[in-house]
């Protein structure tokens, strides 16, 4: 959790994802993406981790980010314009982990995310989400990985924590911090949320923004 969170930085973060977002573009391929002239901040995790209802709550948008459970549907990068004028861009990357998914497909999506997660200076932060009934999983330790070489700063950010008692979220917060703690590109900031409830959402939009300006 952001601990003494900068009350001004929270009402900002509030205007800022209840005023205007949009849909900017999907790039399947690095030659698409937009021009990096404006900070970014990428959505990581496992499909069905709870993605694209984190994002249109975060962003208060029912329909903003659509889920596909599809494999080979969802490899794409899609951005979101935050703010009028511009303050951000919000970087959904495709979901990984799926059981079933072909050799080639997971080549192509660690092709994509490997060649967008080195070459993008705007990027400030990524946000790995993991379900709260779950924990880590060894997909998730690889992307952790795969940020900590291209030296990007992330938050671990628990997701669907009404699913769970509270004790077994105190719990899985307790063990994923010493874990994360190992990890150089980590930040120590980890986030419990539910986009059922709302719980740990203004804390993650005010990190976000804070990601976004610093
Ligand atoms: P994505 O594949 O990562 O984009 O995942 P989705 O956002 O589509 O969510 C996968 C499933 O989990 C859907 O059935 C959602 O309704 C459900 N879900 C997502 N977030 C939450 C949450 O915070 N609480 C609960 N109870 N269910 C959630």
Not at 53 to 69: E, H
Not at 76 to 102: K, S
Not at 166 to 192: D, M, Q, V
Not at 197 to 203: P, R
């Amino acid at each position: 959790m952001t601990r003494g969170a900068d009350p001004d930085l929270t009402e900002q973060a509030r205007k800022l994802f209840a005023g205007p977002i949009e849909f900017l573009k999907s790039a399947p391929e690095l030659k698409f993406i937009p021009d990096p002239d404006v900070p970014e901040i990428a959505f990581a995790g496992r499909s069905n981790v709870g993605k694209s209802s984190l994002l249109n709550v975060l962003t208060n948008r029912k329909g903003l980010a659509r889920t596909s459970n599809t494999p080979g549907r969802t490899q794409e990068l899609n951005f979101f314009d935050v703010g009028q004028p511009l303050q951000l861009r919000l970087v959904d990357m495709p979901g990984y982990g799926f059981a079933e998914a072909p050799k080639d497909l997971v080549k192509r999506w660690r092709h994509l995310m490997n060649d967008y997660l080195r070459g993008r200076a705007v990027l400030k932060r990524a946000l790995v989400l993991v379900d709260s009934r779950h924990g880590l999983k060894e997909v998730d330790r690889e992307m952790m990985c795969m940020l900590d070489d291209a030296a990007i700063s992330y938050h671990l950010v628990l997701t669907k924590g009404d699913k769970v008692k509270p004790s077994a979220l105190g719990a899985l917060y307790e063990t994923t911090a010493i874990e994360a703690a190992k990890h150089p590109a980590a930040h120590p900031s980890i986030f419990r949320t539910s986009s059922e409830t709302g719980s740990g959402i203004a804390e993650l939009r005010t990190a976000v923004l804070e990601a976004a300006t610093s």
